[in-house]
């Protein structure tokens, strides 16, 4: 399980405080699938950066399987990340230079869990698996389309086969065909392979489609909607 | 106008072409609001920028007011671009080491249109009309969440108060909240300055609330939607 213990987070910009989290306490288990829905501005990806242990809370703890995480330096933390935790940033963070299938195969090569040609071959099929037309797999992410290079970001999360995935709004440049698509494929891993998935999403129907929403505004996490939510 | 005629937009990879747009006729008057919606691939984006003058046609003209400007050089496009057209990039291209109030100013000190205390003033309007809180308004793209950097996009093709807007996805990062403001603001500017709008989106609220929608699918536009298109 990944945790959140009575932790903030906060940015000093000059003379005041800007609190992307307060007092969140949040537990995600194995098996489940989550969505946070919440404003512009309310603290989802700081949620998931911190979760995830890609950024350190300002207050609180992060515990991974009960183990506090909190204060791990960066290299035992990467390694945790990398055995179990997958992410699809809201901005992608494709390498430029690289094609589609190196892209997807790069973390696998960093984990050492599967040999280069292994990779290809995994990549490949992750790739089809989310959607890309084959003859863009050697195209780099300029040479792709919005929907196409959040495709390539899909893909990669799920390259080293991770318990949780941390999804920023994966759909918000899919088109409805490739977001029915995206939900199908988290619903068929999330029963057969009992993979973890939160997902931040504006998008209505992928937070129906999750059954556990969690709502967020100004940094503070609600089991339902507060009064005037949307 | 803005005008495509018989445009053709195609990439060499390796031994074959990839068709991003086959003789693509469309027209786009003064005071229209029209949307474009296809699947992911299917060359919005590319449409955007060609008619928008960002990238050049393989085949076929594009004119502006009726002049044939296929031909122009790069400094006399950028003039008639500074002039006449605001672009809303799917993936932003914010200037990441200036501040929201910079992002928004930097068109009207190019154009000098305005002078650096007028176009600050300015900026601060257009990011408040667009929903961005004011203490936000110092801080820099990596200081700002992803709808927030979008209402700076937003804002910034409003800078030079140009008569056409092209808008790739406008609202793939915003909340339910922002879009309808965001919306608002498109049918004000529409009804009561006569802006023209040509909006890409997959979100269907966004392409009926336009009244003018083209389809688009492996290049080729459509006044109707095709066969099985969505
Ligand atoms: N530089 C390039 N080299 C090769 N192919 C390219 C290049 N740029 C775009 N393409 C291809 O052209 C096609 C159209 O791309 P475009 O970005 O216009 O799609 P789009 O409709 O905007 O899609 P989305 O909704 O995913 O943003 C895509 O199949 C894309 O892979
Ligand atoms: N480095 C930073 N310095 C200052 N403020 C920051 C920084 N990073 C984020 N913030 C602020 O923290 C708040 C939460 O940001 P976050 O990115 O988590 O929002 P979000 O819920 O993901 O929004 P969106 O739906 O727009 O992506 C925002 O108000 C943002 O301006
Ligand atoms: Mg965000
Ligand atoms: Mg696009």
Redesign the interface.
């Known amino acids: 399980a990944l945790e959140c213990i009575n932790v903030d987070k906060y940015?000093i910009?000059?003379s005041?405080k800007?609190y992307a989290l307060r007092n969140v306490n949040i537990k995600v288990n194995y098996g489940d699938l989550v969505s946070i829905v919440?404003?512009?501005?309310s603290g989802?990806?700081t949620l998931l950066h911190v979760i995830g242990t890609l950024d350190r809370p300002s207050k609180g703890a992060v515990k991974i399987d009960s183990i506090d995480v909190t204060n791990f330096s960066e290299s035992e933390l990467s390694r945790f990340r990398r055995e179990k935790i997958g992410f699809v940033f809201?901005?992608f963070n494709l390498v430029t230079y690289l094609t589609a299938v190196e892209n997807v195969a790069l973390p696998m090569l960093f984990s050492r869990k599967y040999n280069s040609k292994e990779a290809e071959i995994r990549a490949k099929l992750l790739l089809s698996l989310v959607?890309l037309?084959e003859?863009?797999f050697?195209?780099t992410p300029r040479?792709?389309?919005?929907?196409?290079q959040?495709?390539v970001a899909i893909a990669r999360a799920l390259a080293n086969d991770p318990a949780v995935i941390l999804a920023?709004?994966p759909t918000?440049?899919?088109?409805?065909?490739?977001?029915s698509k995206f939900l199908s494929t988290i619903r068929f891993l999330n029963e057969v392979t009992k993979k973890t998935f939160v997902i931040v999403t504006?998008n209505a129907e992928v937070a129906t489609f999750t059954k556990n929403i969690k709502f967020i505004r100004d940094g503070i996490i609600y089991e339902k909607p507060p009064e005037d939510f949307?």
């Open positions: 940015y910009m000059g005041y800007i919440g404003p512009s501005g989802k990806s809201q901005f959607g037309p003859q863009r050697k195209n040479q792709l389309s919005g929907g196409q959040q495709m920023d709004e918000g440049n899919l088109d409805l065909e490739s977001t504006h949307l």
